[in-house]
């Protein structure tokens, strides 16, 4: 045979011997993937099957709150006494039946005392009365209702007016008096106090009952 023939036939045969151990090789190894996908998609199956111990949760950071107390019913301030040079407690009075009108006049009353150094005690609202205007018939003797009037009322309430300034706060409330509201001025008792409050004949009858 020839030298050269048997020379090339022995490097084909090593040539497909390295082939043949090579190809179980590369189908063993793993596909190439990207080192931060694989850790992502690794933590993400961890955390799946992991709780999440109050993980996005925020109340138990706050301060804990005490619980609302009820509101008592409003109890009845002192009422001041009058002295030689300052009245007492005293009430301006204002209504009309207007709402609009008689808000912007005893804001203006509670702007004046603070202007002029008038102690405010209180500023509130009574309750709004309502009046039928009923009418007769002219042949009849059957009413019917015409009109409902709703008085509605501001009170402020101020303490310890100066004797010396009275003449001079009650003459600014008159020239700034409002055409259809009415302004009166009173020695403040507890009738007015009980005043704020709406009337409950039933629930005072039942109270009534159940003391008894």
């Not at 009075?93 to 709402?99: F, P």
Request: with cysteine; glycine share 4%.
């Amino acid at each position: 045979m020839n030298p050269v023939f048997r020379k090339l036939q022995v490097s084909v045969s090593q040539h497909a011997l390295m082939l043949n151990r090579t190809l179980p090789l590369s189908r063993a190894t793993p596909s190439i993937q990207h080192p931060v996908w694989c850790a992502a998609s690794a933590n993400e199956r961890l955390y799946k099957n992991m709780p999440t111990h109050g993980i996005g949760r925020w109340r138990h950071l706050l301060p804990k709150q005490a619980p609302k107390k009820k509101k008592d019913r409003q109890q009845m301030k002192q009422i001041v006494a009058a002295t030689d040079t300052a009245y007492g407690t005293l009430n301006v009075m204002v209504s009309g039946y207007d709402m609009t009108v008689v808000e912007h006049y005893s804001q203006f009353i509670h702007n004046l005392c603070n202007r002029l150094g008038v102690k405010v005690a209180e500023s509130y609202a009574l309750p709004t009365k309502s009046t039928e205007v009923l009418l007769m018939q002219e042949q009849g003797t059957k009413t019917y209702v015409d009109a409902v009037l709703r008085t509605h009322e501001r009170v402020v309430q101020v303490s310890s007016l100066n004797a010396t300034l009275s003449p001079v706060f009650m003459e600014v409330l008159l020239k700034n008096q409002p055409e259809g509201v009415q302004l009166s001025v009173k020695e403040h008792t507890e009738a007015d106090f009980q005043a704020r409050f709406k009337a409950r004949p039933e629930l005072e009858g039942l109270m009534a009952q159940i003391n008894t």
